[in-house]
């Protein structure tokens, strides 16, 4: 599943999130410090991929 990270601008906390895009699509995202939904942010971060490859 992919690796969401967001920043809440009420309580400032920066948090990750684990979730499916049916998730992510419907907004189903909240801080875990304050619970509040509407202040969130999404950041960019770098992702990583893994092969089974050799290179």
């Given at each position: 599943?992919?690796?969401?990270?967001?920043?809440?601008?009420?309580?400032?906390?920066?948090?990750?999130?684990?979730?499916?895009?049916?998730?992510?699509?419907?907004?189903?995202?909240?801080?875990?410090?304050?619970?509040?939904?509407?202040?969130?942010t999404?950041?960019?971060?770098?992702?990583?991929?893994k092969?089974?490859?050799?290179?």
């Amino acid at each position: 599943m992919p690796t969401y990270e967001y920043r809440c601008g009420k309580c400032k906390k920066t948090f990750t999130v684990i979730m499916s895009l049916k998730d992510y699509e419907a907004g189903n995202v909240k801080c875990p410090k304050c619970k509040g939904k509407r202040h969130l942010t999404q950041q960019i971060t770098p992702f990583m991929t893994k092969t089974s490859r050799k290179s």
